[in-house]
């Protein structure tokens, strides 16, 4: 549950004009290692897969590809309207802390950058576990979001780094106030294991993000969602005019927070 200390909404907001960019931006930078991982869980013709908090709904469709007309695809997000229609999806408004799961036997759950971001994060995991088949596949995936000052590779100018870090800390610090936790990455696993899932093992990803590319765009895209809270937290307008083009400037490169992906099965 939100303790009294945090918000306990869902930092983002899909209705945001900038959400298609950033959904889309996350979808370029992340579904090659996805799909991956969930093609190694063998997903194939005939599988039930369930995914949460589909964003641009790329992995509901690639799972639809896979699973062809004899398996089948829910899509479900708390706003789902950024998921194309496609006739082995079926979207749904859902809200993964609350509303029942779907009564399917799932044989692969699969949520990217969700639970990272609820509260409800351990208790909503093995909810998931219990809705999976016999044998079925929970792959969760989230940001390990580093905070610390070390994750310019290269930048243009003096201060720029400085720049970054405020803005990297400032946005960080409104997740964790919204309820995000930013280490939660890392106990996947462990609270994978604890709801009695078997060959538990995790991926890591991480990358270069130069400017002016999608890594930087979706810090870009960020800025322009969280400009309010941005403001709100003190960073100017002048700042966050700076970090912008920072983040097009294609001498600056970043490390990547680390997105660590579990999975377990039943
Ligand atoms: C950061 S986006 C990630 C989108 C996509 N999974 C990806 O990785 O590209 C988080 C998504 O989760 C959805 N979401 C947030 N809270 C949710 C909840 N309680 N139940 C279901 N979906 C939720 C948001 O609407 C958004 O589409």
């Not at 194939?44 to 995914?51: E, L």
């Not at 462990?190 to 765009?217: H, P």
């Not at 294609?250 to 999975?263: A, E, G």
Request: hydrophobic letters at 40%; a negative charge.
């Amino acid at each position: 549950m939100p303790t009294a200390e945090t918000t306990g909404r869902y930092t983002f907001d899909n209705d945001i004009p900038a959400a298609a960019e950033q959904l889309d931006h996350l979808a370029e930078l992340l579904d090659p290692h996805s799909q991956r991982v969930l093609a190694n869980t063998g997903v194939g013709p005939g599988w039930r897969c369930f995914d949460i908090g589909s964003g641009a709904g790329t992995i509901a469709t690639w799972l639809a590809g896979r699973v062809g007309a004899d398996g089948y695809v829910v899509a479900g997000d708390l706003k789902p309207h950024h998921v194309p229609a496609h006739h082995g999806i079926e979207v749904r408004r859902f809200d993964v802390r609350t509303d029942e799961v779907p009564a399917h036997a799932f044989d692969v759950i699969h949520a990217r950058l969700v639970l990272m971001h609820l509260p409800e994060r351990e208790r909503v995991l093995h909810r998931l576990a219990q809705a999976l088949a016999p044998g079925g596949y929970l792959v969760i995936s989230d940001f390990h979001w580093s905070t610390a000052s070390d994750l310019v590779l290269h930048a243009p100018n003096s201060g720029d780094e400085a720049l970054f870090d405020l803005f990297n800390r400032t946005l960080a610090d409104i997740a964790v106030r919204n309820g995000a936790d930013l280490t939660w990455a890392r106990r996947i696993h462990a609270t994978m294991r604890a709801a009695g899932l078997a060959e538990v093992y995790t991926e890591i990803d991480v990358q270069s993000w130069a400017g002016g590319q999608s890594g930087c765009l979706l810090d870009r895209a960020n800025s322009f969602q969280l400009e309010g809270q941005l403001r709100r937290a003190g960073m100017s307008h002048g700042q966050l005019e700076q970090v912008r083009a920072l983040l097009l400037h294609p001498d600056f490169v970043r490390l990547s927070p680390l997105l660590l992906t579990s999975v377990g099965r039943k």
